[in-house]
């Protein structure tokens, strides 16, 4: 339906002005930008991604306590130590970390639509709840916690992703699978079904 009156073939809201201030009124632009993401749709991203990376976090631990199974590092030897370890991390942790990482990414924004503000927010919640966890380092006598100072919280960081080569699939695995989560979700997005509430 058209959106021009009988002003003369003008719009409807600039007839009106016109007609309110005596004819004369200023240049108006219509503008199909969007609206501005809402702040309670922001914050649940912000959550949505926090107890992600939580999950992620409670997933690692369960991994991390399956045992190896009898004579598996025998049979590699103690000169392979290092590779039976790391082929072990990558099936018992890397690969499990990795799926669940890439189908909560995926459901999460398949499902709810998290495009840029959104979806920045997902991951902003991510790197939150992961700065939790790398900003808290033992005190000396090992009964608290403590923040960690700059010094400490970079020595972790290289400890943790750039030290031992053979722990890499296992230490990048979760970022990996919710990036490519998040990538494959983006896809053909349009064609998955929503919550309208929170797109």
Same mark, same amino acid.
């Given at each position: 339906?058209?959106?021009?009156t ?8 600039l007839?009106?002005m016109?007609?309110s ?11 199909h ?53 790391? $082929?072990?991390?990558?099936?018992s942790?890397?690969m499990?970390?990795f799926? $669940?990482?890439?189908?909560?990414a ?7 639509? $998290? ?35 700059p ?16 722990? $890499? ?18 896809k ?12």
């Amino acid at each position: 339906m058209s959106n021009r009156t009988s002003h003369g073939g003008t719009s409807r809201p600039l007839a009106l002005m016109r007609q309110s201030q005596g004819g004369e009124a200023p240049f108006i632009a219509w503008s199909h930008k969007k609206e501005p993401v809402p702040a309670i749709r922001f914050v649940f991203a912000l959550l949505l991604g926090y107890l992600v990376q939580e999950s992620l976090v409670f997933a690692a631990g369960v991994s991390a306590a399956i045992a190896t199974p009898a004579g598996y590092f025998e049979y590699f030897g103690r000169r392979n130590v290092e590779l039976a370890l790391g $082929l072990w991390g990558v099936a018992s942790f890397a690969m499990p970390i990795f799926l $669940l990482a890439l189908l909560q990414a995926w459901l999460a924004i398949r499902i709810f639509r $998290l495009r840029r503000a959104l979806a920045f927010a997902f991951f902003l919640g991510v790197l939150l709840c992961w700065l939790r966890y790398m900003l808290e380092v033992p005190t000396p006598d090992l009964n608290t916690t403590q923040l960690a100072s700059p010094q400490q919280f970079w020595a972790l960081l290289c400890d943790i992703y750039l030290s031992n080569p053979w722990s $890499l699939p296992s230490t990048w695995a979760p970022w990996l699978g919710l990036l490519t989560g998040a990538y494959l979700g983006g896809k053909n997005s349009n064609a998955a079904p929503s919550y309208r509430n929170w797109a």
